[in-house]
């Protein structure tokens, strides 16, 4: 059983270089969680995707955090996806940033979990205009169309490890849960062995999983 402790040594994501498929085999990939999107111009409910505040602005990138990593899949046009808001790490300072890309940080000589309710996000190499590092904001999310999110054009497919280090990242955020890598990586295999329908190359610590 997983314990509120377990974990706690390890680093919260994968080898930034490991984050994205490379754009050369991103292409035979189905939509899933974890995958970044050009932001839609607006929610599943017409809203626009514009943040709020004293300068309005669109949003600029959106991270794919369907309950289901195969929900996005498998949805047909009309189908609500949940994403939520990407936004460049700049726009944080130097010593937040580096606490956004640890996830952690020292107090007291004891590591306490830095912006619980952020992800950090590598840049993509492939991408023009992304290439920057990055950081999905749990707080943000909206429920947009699968038609108008795939019309918006995916900028990058998030590999296997990576995502698992994003679902270890979300639960925290969620139910406070402080779980291994190892535990949500099991948590995954297990939901791949259920699913006849799976899509796509497996991981390779699911490869068993029929």
Known sequence: ???????????????????????????????RYGDLFVAPPADADGQPLISTGKTPTPWDAVLVISPSCDVVSKAGADDA?????????????????AAV?????????????AFASFAYLPGVADSAAHKHDMYADFRQVRRVRYEDLAAAGRIAAMEHDARVALIRRELHYKYRWILSMDDVR?????????????LGPRPAWAAGAT
Request: hydrophobic letters at 35%; charged letters at 20%.
């Open 1 to 31: 059983m997983a314990t509120q402790t377990a974990g706690v040594d390890e680093p919260w994501y994968t080898d930034p270089a490991t984050t994205w498929v490379p754009a050369c085999a991103a292409s035979g990939r189905p939509f």
């Open 81 to 97: 996806i949940h994403v939520t808001r990407v936004k460049d790490l700049t726009t944080q300072s130097q010593p937040q940033r």
């Open 101 to 113: 890309t640890a996830g952690w940080k020292l107090v007291d000589g004891q590591a306490r979990v």
């Open 186 to 198: 099991g948590l995954e295999a297990a939901r791949i062995s259920g699913d006849g329908n799976y």
